[in-house]
């Protein structure tokens, strides 16, 4: 990692806001101005001023305790994420509001208003507490998007668990380390969810998860298609049984404002991921902001992010968020492609979608499919789009913006992280306009900055590490059972400021380009893979003595998984077996796109592996860079000559 970072991209010309979205917009450029000034030189004031809009059990006695790198808000204040994303709302006359409308791969559509959503959560809340768990325990979760999963996340921040979602694309063993690091004695799951018209037994991956974590006691499972997984006596619970048998009555605990509100494990540069830790009152802040400022939400919009809960952006703008600001959101069970391409579009005319939240990688898999099925819906209703996960495009920024929003929607791209918990850059919709491919200005109390590796601010328009200066409501508080990698990770890599581990630059207006991760992280549709994770599945197969991994240019994807491997002694590698082996180790998603048999890997003499010129080799180009420092630089040769094949 040096610091510096080519690029090669030339700037877009701005698209404005119309009139007309900019004139009902509830913040224009001055006010954005005041009161990012204000977030960064008075940030107490800022916050706390924020802060008041919600509901606080007690007060803080100081909004800020900052001991870097650990940050407290809203010092000795109790508060309750649950309550404030419902009771409140009930409590404010908003009981009759549709909270969750829900649609099924299959079709089915359930509707949650305020009320029934409150009384869901607060049944859950008392089924969790039969089962034992109480206020600190950890619950994982590993559900499709159904009510439910939104309705137990909600049910463990209203009793003061720490709920710990895992996305129901990942593997047993994933799910079974996560759980076990977790220390999560209850897990809620589901007998199968629906995707692309088939049933994926998440049931019977988390029995087998089951006999690989000892430290699980206690399974409620929600019945989501035929309720005939097995169950086991004494263990498994059926959730519809446990709510029905339980109390409609519950008050929501006070917690302090520093309590943990959950856990989601993210990918980093070693092999083990990381449980990223957000708090109680600092992540509700900021996901309320973020949310009601970005998405500009007015009192009858139905909001649709369309990703799922067991990533950070489906806790903070499918459930948390929008709730938070007592907004109608919709959700959805399956994939974009079910029956066909046109299902998404069909949904947002006859849900009337308002405000669209997607990844690059749905839009530019939309946009290969055709213009045909986005044109045969009416998507008037949609009034703002968003984009999130991955850098995107210039070319899917505009056909987004032309063939779906129908050059009357502003496109707002959003850059944050897992462990930023709400959105860090982007362009408030009615007050800037986008320039598509850039994510744009900080947010409110963002002090952002690109800065070589030893921290000085590099020119505008060069390329440089980006970097947040200041701590933030919403930051994640540390990695769970390991303050020492936070510490390492966020805060020691450049001294004194949270190191993001993206390239960026600025340019004259203040816009950030974020040009992708300078760590050993992979972004692949949007989802966050490290390298050594996949290198340390691979090498855990029999055939395999040394794995490499690196990302190649994908024009769907954004960037696909490439395994360079060595044979062990004695064995053959069969490369289709290896990419299963992966799938069973992580899940689908870290499977590689290419794997390729090598006699060595391009190292130095100390022995470190050079990913530098395994990326360019698995691009197929040049190799360019110095290569004196290989042990044996004619490997490279070797390499390139078995990729071209
Ligand atoms: O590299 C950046 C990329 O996704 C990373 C964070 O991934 P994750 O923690 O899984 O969170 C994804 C959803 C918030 C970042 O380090 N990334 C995310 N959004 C953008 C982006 N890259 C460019 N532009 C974005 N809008």
């Given at each position: ?15 404005f ?144 668990a ?32 629906y ?30 298609a035929?309720?005939d ?25 006070a ?56 990533w ?45 939240y ?13 213009d ?10 949609l ?29 707002v ?143 769907l ?19 289709d ?29 100390s ?39």
């Open positions: 990692m040096t610091g510096k970072i080519d690029h090669t991209s030339h700037d877009e010309a701005p698209v806001p119309s009139a007309e979205f900019a004139a009902q917009s509830s913040l224009n450029a001055e006010q954005y101005r005041a009161m990012y000034e204000q977030s960064i030189q008075d940030p107490e004031t800022f916050w706390g001023n924020i802060a008041q809009e919600l509901h606080w059990h007690a007060p803080w006695s100081r909004v800020l305790d900052w001991q870097e790198p650990h940050a407290q808000w809203f010092v000795g204040a109790q508060t309750n994420v649950a309550y404030n994303a419902l009771d409140r709302q009930v409590d404010s006359g908003l009981g009759e509001k549709r909270a969750i409308v829900w649609e099924g791969e299959d079709g089915e559509i359930r509707t949650y208003t305020y009320s029934d959503l409150l009384e869901q959560v607060k049944r859950a809340a008392n089924a969790l507490l039969t089962l034992g768990v109480v206020k600190g325990d950890r619950v994982t979760l590993y559900l499709p998007m159904i009510p439910e999963a939104a309705i137990a996340m909600l049910a463990c921040a209203r009793i003061g720490v709920h710990s979602v895992v996305f129901g694309g990942f593997s047993v063993s994933a799910l079974a380390d996560r759980i076990q690091n977790a220390g999560s004695k209850v897990l809620v799951t589901a007998d199968a969810s995707r692309k018209g088939a049933l994926v037994p998440l049931k019977g991956n988390a029995d087998a998860a089951a006999q690989k974590a000892p430290i699980l006691e206690k399974m409620l499972v929600v019945c989501r035929n309720c997984a097995p169950m086991q006596p004494g263990r498994d619970v059926y959730w519809h049984d446990a709510l029905e048998r339980a109390s409609s009555e519950h008050e929501a605990a917690l302090d404002s520093e309590h943990p509100l959950f856990v989601l494990y993210t990918s980093g540069s070693t092999g083990k991921p990381k449980g990223v830790v957000h708090s109680t009152g600092g992540y509700m802040v900021g996901a309320y902001l973020s949310t009601k400022t970005v998405f500009d939400l007015k009192a009858g919009d139905l909001f649709w992010c369309t990703a799922d809960v067991g950070v952006t489906g806790h903070s703008y499918a459930v948390y968020g929008p709730l938070l600001t007592g907004a109608s959101v919709l959700m959805y069970e399956g994939a974009p492609n079910h029956p066909d391409w046109g299902r998404f579009w069909d949904m947002v005319q006859r849900h009337k979608v308002s405000v669209l997607t990844a690059p990688t749905a839009i530019r898999s939309f946009m290969r499919a055709g045909e099925f986005p044109n045969r819906y009416d998507l008037s209703s009034r703002l789009l968003g984009s999130v996960g991955e850098p995107i495009n210039p070319e899917a920024w505009r056909w987004y913006w032309r063939v779906i929003g129908g050059e009357r929607c502003p496109v791209d959003t850059w944050w992280q897992t462990e930023t918990g709400s959105i860090m850059l982007t362009t408030l919709p009615g007050a800037f306009p986008a320039k598509p491919g850039t994510a744009g200005l900080p947010m409110f109390g963002v002090d952002a900055a690109i800065v070589t590796r030893d921290g000085h601010d590099v020119e505008d328009g060069q390329g440089g590490l980006l970097v947040i200066r200041k701590p933030w409501p919403s930051m994640l508080r540390t990695v769970y059972g390991d303050d020492e990698r936070y510490v390492k990770t966020y805060w020691g890599e450049i001294t004194g400021v949270y190191f993001a581990g993206d390239g960026a630059r600025k340019d004259a207006d203040g816009y950030i380009t974020v040009m992708g991760r300078v760590d050993d992280v992979l972004n692949v549709s949007g989802h966050r893979l490290g390298t050594m994770e996949i290198e340390s599945a691979l090498v855990g197969h029999a055939s395999v003595s040394e794995a490499a991994v690196v990302g190649r240019p994908d024009e994807k954004g960037e696909c998984v490439v395994a360079f491997v060595l044979v062990q002694d004695g064995h053959t590698v069969d490369v077996e290896l990419r299963r082996h992966v799938s069973r180790e992580i899940g689908a998603l870290a499977r590689p796109d290419a794997i390729y048999v090598a006699d060595a890997l391009p190292k130095t003499r022995g470190k592996i050079m990913r530098r010129f395994l990326r360019q080799v698995a691009a197929g180009q040049e190799i360019s860079g110095d290569t004196s420092t290989l042990e044996d630089p004619s490997v490279l040769e070797r390499l390139a000559a078995t990729v071209a094949q």
